[in-house]
């Protein structure tokens, strides 16, 4: 196979450099290193994502495409498929910092109603010693256990920049109603960890449903995202549940505009065919118009705008009231 050429190269270091990107920009990266549009060019989209993972196999990175679970918004990014001790010592976190962050996203990915969030008091209130026991298991009854000092010792309010840090790095983000749930970096980077974790799927693109809508009906325990939920039944045209066949209780969301299409006539979020399973599909839906004309209020993203915002003036939470929890 033909080395990469520049404009691979440019791709690879625009996702390296800049982070994780939307659809639309890393879109337009595209368009302009090889004056084609993705929309319109899929097959030589594709084969460029694909000559890039092949050599990025060899050092153990992926260029990885995902949807944010509260908006359906696809991102690009490249990350690490290796999580051995050499590999953790590239990040600029601290131990104590790295089990926050863990715990932060156990407590959200198995949320049993499926918010996909957790609240600020209940981040902040988070126990690293009992990230430990959990992690020792059976070990810990053996012998006393020995917490190290640095998480004994992690305060209120570093755990505060901690979240600032890791919103900033959009490993986490601010959800519309002001909690903490996850960030676009999280949803690349898990994947594998969401399908050994057991974290239920959802019924329609068969991605982790860490946010998602849940079936009412007894003994069901179908979850759709509600990204997901406005295409299913919008193109079915019935609201019956995809698993126990029955009514879907759950008020279903307006008729919006679902993508945006380029004046071309292409889709703007339809990401490439022959993807991985972390690029859900996304039909080429036709605009449609808004039921009630207003501004759209649904589609929130935890975007980079967001976590700038430093959390402490977001949350105006002291740390006695944090305490008191």
């Given at each position: 196979?033909?080395p990469?050429?520049?404009r691979?190269?440019?791709?690879?270091q625009?996702?390296?450099?800049r982070?994780?990107?939307?659809e639309?920009?890393f879109?337009?990266?595209?368009?302009?290193?090889?004056?084609?549009?993705?929309g319109?060019?899929q097959?030589?989209?594709?084969?460029?994502l694909?000559?890039i993972?092949?050599?990025l196999?060899s050092y153990q990175?992926e260029?990885?495409?995902?949807?944010?679970q509260y908006d359906?918004?696809?991102?690009?990014?490249?990350?690490?498929?290796?999580?051995?001790?050499?590999s953790?010592?590239?990040?600029?976190?601290?131990?104590?910092?790295?089990?926050?962050?863990k715990?932060?996203i156990?407590a959200?990915?198995?949320?049993?109603?499926?918010?996909?969030s957790?609240?600020?008091?209940d981040?902040?209130n988070?126990?690293?010693?009992?990230?430990?026991l959990?992690?020792?298991g059976?070990?810990?009854q053996d012998a006393?256990l020995?917490i190290?000092a640095?998480?004994?010792?992690f305060?209120m309010?570093?755990?505060?920049?901690?979240l600032?840090e890791?919103?900033q790095?959009?490993?986490?983000c601010?959800?519309?109603?002001?909690?903490?749930?996850l960030g676009v970096?999280?949803c690349l980077?898990?994947?594998?960890?969401?399908?050994?974790?057991?974290?239920p799927s959802?019924?329609?693109?068969?991605e982790a449903?860490?946010?998602?809508?849940l079936?009412?009906?007894k003994?069901?325990?179908?979850?759709?995202?509600?990204y997901?939920?406005?295409?299913?039944?919008?193109?079915?045209?019935?609201?019956?549940?995809?698993?126990?066949g029955?009514?879907?209780?759950?008020?279903?969301?307006?008729?919006e505009a679902?993508?945006?299409?380029?004046p071309?006539?292409?889709?703007?979020?339809?990401?490439?065919?022959g993807r991985?399973?972390?690029q859900p599909?996304?039909?080429?839906?036709?605009?449609?118009p808004?039921?009630?004309?207003?501004d759209d209020s649904?589609t929130?993203a935890?975007?980079?705008?967001q976590?700038?915002?430093?959390?402490?003036d977001?949350?105006?939470?002291?740390?006695?009231?944090?305490l008191?929890r």
């Amino acid at each position: 196979m033909p080395p990469l050429n520049w404009r691979h190269h440019t791709l690879i270091q625009a996702l390296l450099n800049r982070g994780p990107l939307k659809e639309k920009d890393f879109h337009s990266i595209f368009s302009g290193v090889t004056g084609k549009y993705p929309g319109s060019h899929q097959e030589l989209f594709n084969d460029y994502l694909l000559k890039i993972n092949r050599e990025l196999s060899s050092y153990q990175f992926e260029l990885r495409a995902c949807r944010d679970q509260y908006d359906g918004n696809v991102w690009y990014g490249v990350v690490n498929n290796v999580a051995d001790e050499q590999s953790k010592l590239g990040t600029k976190y601290s131990v104590p910092q790295i089990a926050f962050y863990k715990a932060i996203i156990e407590a959200i990915a198995h949320g049993e109603m499926a918010q996909g969030s957790i609240s600020n008091i209940d981040a902040l209130n988070i126990r690293l010693e009992n990230q430990i026991l959990a992690g020792m298991g059976s070990e810990s009854q053996d012998a006393p256990l020995q917490i190290p000092a640095a998480i004994r010792n992690f305060t209120m309010s570093q755990k505060e920049k901690t979240l600032d840090e890791l919103m900033q790095d959009k490993w986490l983000c601010l959800t519309p109603d002001g909690n903490i749930g996850l960030g676009v970096r999280s949803c690349l980077d898990l994947r594998s960890w969401f399908r050994s974790s057991d974290i239920p799927s959802c019924e329609v693109c068969n991605e982790a449903a860490v946010k998602g809508d849940l079936c009412q009906n007894k003994g069901c325990v179908a979850r759709i995202h509600h990204y997901c939920l406005k295409k299913f039944f919008q193109k079915r045209g019935e609201i019956l549940c995809p698993r126990c066949g029955k009514h879907w209780q759950n008020q279903l969301p307006k008729a919006e505009a679902l993508e945006e299409e380029e004046p071309n006539g292409t889709n703007q979020s339809q990401p490439p065919t022959g993807r991985t399973r972390s690029q859900p599909a996304a039909g080429r839906e036709r605009k449609r118009p808004r039921a009630n004309g207003g501004d759209d209020s649904v589609t929130v993203a935890c975007s980079s705008s967001q976590a700038s915002q430093p959390v402490s003036d977001l949350r105006r939470i002291t740390r006695s009231s944090a305490l008191q929890r």
